[in-house]
Nanobody, 126 residues
Framework: VQLQASGGGLVQAGGSLTLSCAAS????????MGWFRQAPGKEREFVAA????????YYADSMKGRFTISRDNAKNTVYLEMNNLKPEDTAVYYC????????????????????WGKGTLVTVSS
């Protein structure tokens, strides 16, 4: 299984970026896909998630209203549209795939079964 994240870059505060995560290597029916981020010196934190089959969405409270997660099953790709970006959004963004059965479970890290992409850096300048 491979998850290839892309779309990061440098953007000014208030700007927008859309990240992509191309998934391959298996079928993801029954999986939850999503995004985490890790800022320098901080722990990895949950951003947003989506069920692969139905498309139900779930967001961290601080991302609601600014970030939108979506997926294109035909392209095996998950997207994260980020609007009104703030300097505190600066981080490496990672996509994750997990057979989790709940949002709570997805937010946790399971080294033995999670699939992770390598991350894409988002830098928001003030």
């Amino acid at each position: 299984v491979q998850l290839q994240a892309s779309g990061g870059g440098l953007v000014q505060a208030g700007g927008s970026l859309t990240l992509s995560c191309a998934a391959s290597g298996r079928t993801f029916s029954g999986y939850i896909m999503g995004w985490f981020r890790q800022a320098p010196g901080k722990e990895r934190e949950f951003v947003a998630a989506i069920t692969w089959s139905i498309g139900n969405r779930y967001y961290a409270d601080s991302m609601k209203g600014r970030f939108t997660i979506s997926r294109d099953n035909a392209k095996n790709t998950v997207y994260l549209e980020m609007n009104n970006l703030k300097p505190e959004d600066t981080a490496v963004y990672y996509c994750k795939a997990d057979i989790a059965s709940s949002w709570y479970e997805f937010r946790r890290i399971h080294p033995s079964r999670d699939y992770w992409g390598k991350g894409t850096l988002v830098t928001v300048s003030s």
